[in-house]
């Protein structure tokens, strides 16, 4: 379950929040117990961040940025399934790798998404997104000159500003889903001390490894 309470309908006042509830699981589900939206999502993105009406419409109004940007949709999309990955976020990753289907891309393509390094399937620009991509997330903004004049070299300025801004942006809701545990990040933490079986006694492992 999500870390924080989900809002039930009959306690949703503000009109923004009751469209998407009806657009995205219909109008007579309260979606905080019927769980499942129309694109086989749990869906308690949308019921958690119902908890703040002024947050869930300022996202919502970053979702609606799409149909002004002139950077090439399934650019956007490389960027953001990318991120999801980066950040190990299973719902943005996943939810983007659809959203890639969907405008075209190639199998090979979603599938190379983890190993693009070795993979001779992306163009000089995609790869150069990815590499961006990759700097934004795991390195912070600390992109190497060499990646951003291949982005110059393709792309204008407010394209590379559109791309910048939307794959942080997804950064952002990556983070916020595994740390809330929403939709597909709801899952217990990976890394956990392995236990000593019954019997086994706990010796200094150091002194063992260095033949003290």
Same mark, same amino acid.
């Given at each position: 379950?999500?870390?924080?309470?989900?809002?039930?309908?009959?306690?949703?006042? !503000?009109?923004? *929040?009751?469209?998407?509830?009806?657009?995205?699981?219909?109008? !007579?589900?309260?979606? $905080?117990?019927?769980?499942?939206?129309?694109? $086989?999502?749990?869906? !308690? /993105? /949308?019921?958690?961040?119902?908890? &703040?009406?002024?947050?869930?419409?300022?996202?919502?109004?970053?979702?609606?940025?799409?149909?002004?940007?002139?950077?090439?949709?399934?650019?956007?999309?490389?960027?953001?399934?990318?991120?999801?990955?980066?950040?190990?976020?299973?719902?943005?990753? &996943?939810?983007?790798?659809?959203?890639?289907?969907?405008?075209?891309?190639?199998?090979?393509?979603?599938? $190379?998404?983890?190993? /693009?390094?070795?993979? #001779?399937?992306?163009?000089?620009?995609? +790869?150069? @997104?990815?590499?961006?991509?990759?700097?934004?997330?795991?390195?912070?903004?600390?992109?190497?000159?060499? @990646?951003?004049?291949?982005?110059?070299?393709?792309?204008? #300025?407010?394209? *590379?500003?559109?791309?910048?801004?939307?794959?942080?942006?997804?950064?952002?809701?990556?983070?916020?889903?595994? $740390?809330? +545990?929403?939709?597909?990040?709801?899952?217990?933490?990976? *890394?956990?001390? @392995?236990? *000593?079986?019954?019997?086994?006694? @706990? +010796?200094?492992?150091?002194?063992?490894?260095?033949?003290?």
């Amino acid at each position: 379950m999500p870390r924080l309470r989900q809002v039930p309908r009959a306690e949703v006042t !503000d009109e923004k *929040i009751l469209f998407f509830y009806d657009r995205l699981f219909g109008p !007579d589900k309260d979606p $905080a117990v019927d769980h499942g939206t129309i694109h $086989a999502t749990p869906g !308690d /993105w /949308w019921t958690v961040f119902a908890q &703040s009406p002024d947050v869930f419409r300022h996202a919502v109004r970053g979702f609606s940025l799409y149909r002004n940007v002139t950077l090439d949709p399934l650019l956007r999309e490389l960027g953001q399934a990318r991120a999801g990955y980066a950040r190990g976020s299973q719902f943005v990753f &996943s939810q983007h790798c659809k959203q890639m289907r969907s405008l075209g891309a190639p199998e090979e393509k979603i599938a $190379a998404l983890p190993h /693009w390094q070795v993979s #001779d399937c992306f163009s000089a620009l995609e +790869r150069a @997104v990815l590499a961006y991509t990759d700097g934004l997330v795991y390195d912070g903004g600390r992109v190497p000159d060499e @990646v951003f004049a291949v982005l110059k070299a393709h792309l204008t #300025d407010p394209e *590379i500003l559109q791309l910048t801004y939307i794959t942080t942006l997804y950064d952002m809701h990556a983070t916020m889903c595994r $740390a809330l +545990r929403l939709e597909f990040d709801d899952r217990p933490e990976l *890394i956990a001390e @392995v236990e *000593i079986p019954a019997g086994v006694e @706990v +010796r200094d492992l150091s002194a063992d490894l260095s033949g003290e």
